[in-house]
């Protein structure tokens, strides 16, 4: 195996007790409770379309924060959050910035606006995000979403076990058995949440609970199955039943005996895998868009496409199919051969 990573890419938690923050402990206690009463108050609200945060969302959010406070740490700023100002914010993204990139930066600074609104509605003070100086960061323009190549999920698949019947390590059934149904383009949050009585394989179908704003329509959409993918999940629920946590409800359980997989379980199992085959990092989304683009290069219409992914309309569908559009494409008018 190559030192140098390949890219895998084709080619074109419990609720805490609420608390109150302390007064008479250091800045940087101060900070983390904050941070503890912030992540509380998440679970206990509702999101701008009325329904609870997701954890995922919350755990997103918390990051933003956490980041926040490792880099006022750093910078020896021992004020506590109700102090952050315009100026201090721009200095903080100017640096993240300057260590990663528009995009990502663009993306924490999303994410904290719900903390400094949170700020002003708990403590009454300013937020900086209605202040017309703060250095905004626009997402980078052109932008497409990333295609998984074949070989790259054949490789993952191979260093699983390849489905082989002889191979009953629990850890590489599971992490088969996951990346089968990646390929089926469920977003990481459905694949999580899956439980025992969504799966159909005998009808070689699995249900999907609607998540946001499809949440209120319906009991959810029905995903049908490649066969080796039914495979993969049968072979799982046999070595799933050794398992002391076997009796649960949810499908994907950790390794170690441990419970329920979690997002970052999800992921650092991918990682660990596209490793092994002497790839670079990957993301669970980045198999729904690869889905995409081999149901449509198929011949698939958009709308069914459209309607397995659980789209209401067509502009998800050409985010996603904007990747390799111009390879599907090319292929069909090359394959009509000579037209004269």
Known sequence: MSAQLRSPLRASSPTSTLRAVPEHQSRSAVRAASQQDYATHLRASNNKHGRPYQEKTVTTYCKAVRTLDQWMTAEGMEEDFLSLDTATLNRFFRWYFNEHDQGGTNTLQRNLRTFCSYLEAEYDVPNPYRDKKLQRYAPPTGAKPKTLSHEFIGDLLKVTGNGHPRVR??????????????????????????????????????????????????????????????VALTRYLRVRESHKLSEGEWLWLGSRNRG????????????????????????????????????????????????VAGWKDRTMLKRYAADMATSRAVKAVKSQGDRY
């Open 169 to 230: 390590d629990f850890e590489k059934v599971r992490d088969h058995a996951i990346i089968r149904v990646l390929t089926e383009g469920l977003r990481a949050e459905e694949l999580l949440t899956l439980r025992l009585d969504y799966l159909h394989l005998e009808q070689g179908l699995l249900q999907v609970v609607p998540l946001k704003d499809a949440r209120a329509a319906g009991e959810g959409r029905i995903i049908p199955l490649q066969p080796k993918t039914v």
């Open 260 to 307: 329920r997989l979690t997002y970052s379980g999800l992921y650092r199992m991918l990682g660990r895998r596209a490793k092994d085959c002497g790839y670079g990092s990957v993301s669970p989304h980045q198999f729904r868009h690869t889905f995409t683009d081999d149901l449509l290069s198929a011949g698939v219409s958009g709308e069914d496409v459209m309607t």
